[in-house]
């Protein structure tokens, strides 16, 4: 790919600023989102299994 | 009836469809949010107005649309959960509060990126822009509503109430551009009129829009598996015992 086409691209005629936060603010929020929900999932999973075993435990 | 309804009214018969359901609907949505960004940002021709910064429509647009439509699901799944006080529909608003509530914002934020350099300003109190910000602080409402009340029923019944009641702002957000004179500008794609966006420019909006939408599907019902597993776990037997553990697990003893 040629250098300046793609520094052109990334400048976005003066407004690479604007595009880019706009784009990565969005990607970002829903990488974090999918993150915090993956954790959440494993602590309901632990907490179940938790539960399992003081039901057997008792 | 229908016996389908009924079937997946039960958290333990939603719990499954939810778990076959989210595999396809994520990747299904990566793909598609992957190729609309390419086509808008890569293919897509540079605006005769705006330039460059039009681009930022890719995201602000289906941001934009899926609040409203995740405010709606919410205000639908209230309605459900306070008439036939279905445990699943409360669980369903839950799950679907804080991605509403995000959504609003990255609207917000994208909406102000977008304003710099086509309006001059970042915020400016048009009808459009005052609406979408009390559908956010609407979302934060019920959030906060469900998070305060100790009791989860009175809590899902608190939250479903606020629901319902914003649900007068979806028409003002979305008609805010035809009664009142404001700075933002009215809708490029609307049912019953050609759309006045170019072939390339519309195709990556369509595909950003399905793959946002099915990200947002997939991550709503991943948060109501979470919610399904609390919920039992505090109630009851958990839904079914997990098949992995990442404990680590006792080393079989030999058979010597």
């Known amino acids: 790919m040629n250098l300046e086409f793609l520094s052109d691209w990334l400048a976005m005629g003066g407004h690479g600023r604007y595009v880019w936060g ?22 309901a999973l632990r907490d179940a299994v938790d539960a399992l075993d003081a039901e057997a435990g008792a | ?21 989210v595999p396809w609907f994520a990747t299904l949505g990566a793909l598609l949010l992957v190729a609309g960004l390419v086509v808008g940002l890569v293919l897509a021709p540079t605006d005769h107005q705006q330039g460059e ?4 429509l890719y995201v602000h647009v289906p941001a934009a649309w899926l609040a409203m439509v995740c405010y709606l699901a919410m205000a639908f799944w209230a309605a459900v959960g306070l008439v036939l006080n279905a445990r ?17 914002f990255l609207c917000l934020w994208t909406g102000a990126l977008w304003g710099k350099p086509t309006w001059g300003t970042w915020w ?10 009390l559908l956010f602080f609407l979302d934060l409402g019920i959030l906060t509503l469900q998070a305060a009340i100790d009791d989860e029923r009175r809590g899902d019944r608190a939250g479903a109430l606020l629901a319902l009641v914003g649900l007068v702002n979806l028409p003002v957000i979305h008609w805010s551009v035809q009664w009142w004179n404001t700075l933002h500008q ?14 390339p420019m519309l195709l990556g909006l369509l595909l950003c829009t399905a ?9 709503v019902l991943r948060r109501l598996r979470c919610i399904l597993r609390e919920r039992e776990a505090l109630d009851e037997a958990p839904v079914t015992r997990p098949a992995v553990s990442w404990r680590p697990q006792p080393v079989a003893e030999s058979a010597a």
Do not use: C, N, Q
């Open chain 1, 22 to 43: 706009a784009v990565l603010a969005v990607l970002l929020a829903l990488g974090i989102e999918s993150a915090l929900l993956t954790r959440r999932r494993r602590r």
């Open chain 2, 1 to 21: 009836m229908p016996t389908f309804l009924t079937r997946y009214a039960s958290p333990r018969s939603a719990d499954p469809l939810a778990a076959r359901l």
């Open chain 2, 53 to 56: 910064s039009y681009r930022i």
């Open chain 2, 88 to 104: 699943l529909s409360f669980m369903m608003l839950r799950a679907l509060a804080p991605s509403a509530a995000l959504l609003a």
């Open chain 2, 124 to 133: 400016v109190w048009d009808a459009r822009l005052t609406a979408v910000l």
């Open chain 2, 186 to 199: 009215g809708a490029s794609i609307s049912l019953g009129k050609a759309p006045t966006l170019a072939g």
């Open chain 2, 211 to 219: 793959g946002l939408w099915l990200h947002v599907a997939a991550t």
